[in-house]
């Protein structure tokens, strides 16, 4: 199974469309936040199940500020990141998603992206595709990528 990871797109809905239009075998998009839009263009124009949580940006938003999704045996944490002050360190989102038994820690609001895998967890942030802050300033999205077991998590340019 193919997810999809964004964040950050402030309002520039094409970039996720155009995200989702690249990875046509996409089972599932989850957004790490600052939406900053109406996610029905989004729920309508998407064939698969989306998944939001609310970013620092996101005012008066309906979205959750983290949530839960369980796949294919696999519990993915997605929150912002501002509530966990990941400019600050990781500790706080990996506590949150080890309160939560989490195996996958999804989080946004820096727009620098990075993958890294300690030895129970996955964490990932996207980046952001639209105002990336990461060393190449090129926009990124992640990817997970679940075979029965075995979990993969990438990035990819934009």
């Not at 469309?17 to 046509?24: A, G, Q, T, V, W």
């Not at 600050?88 to 820690?105: F, N, S, T």
């Not at 090129?138 to 075979?147: A, C, E, F, K, S």
């Amino acid at each position: 199974m193919k997810i999809v990871v964004v964040s950050d797109t402030h309002g520039n809905n094409g970039s996720i469309l155009n995200i989702m239009k690249r990875e046509p075998d996409a089972a599932m998009l989850l957004h790490c936040g600052d939406i900053c839009a109406d996610d029905s263009e989004i729920t309508s124009r998407v064939s698969c199940p989306v998944h939001i949580v609310s970013g620092n940006m996101d005012f008066g938003s309906y979205f959750p500020n983290e949530k839960v999704i369980e796949v294919e045996g696999h519990r993915i944490f997605m929150c912002h990141g501002n509530r966990q002050y990941v400019k600050y360190g990781l500790q706080e989102l990996i506590g949150a998603a080890k309160d939560v038994e989490a195996d996958i820690a999804l989080f946004g609001h820096t727009h620098v992206s990075v993958v890294d895998i300690l030895p129970d967890m996955w964490i990932m942030n996207p980046g952001s595709p639209v105002y990336p802050r990461n060393a190449k300033r090129l926009g990124t999205y992640g990817i997970i990528d679940i075979q029965k077991e075995k979990v993969n998590c990438y990035l990819k340019e934009y």
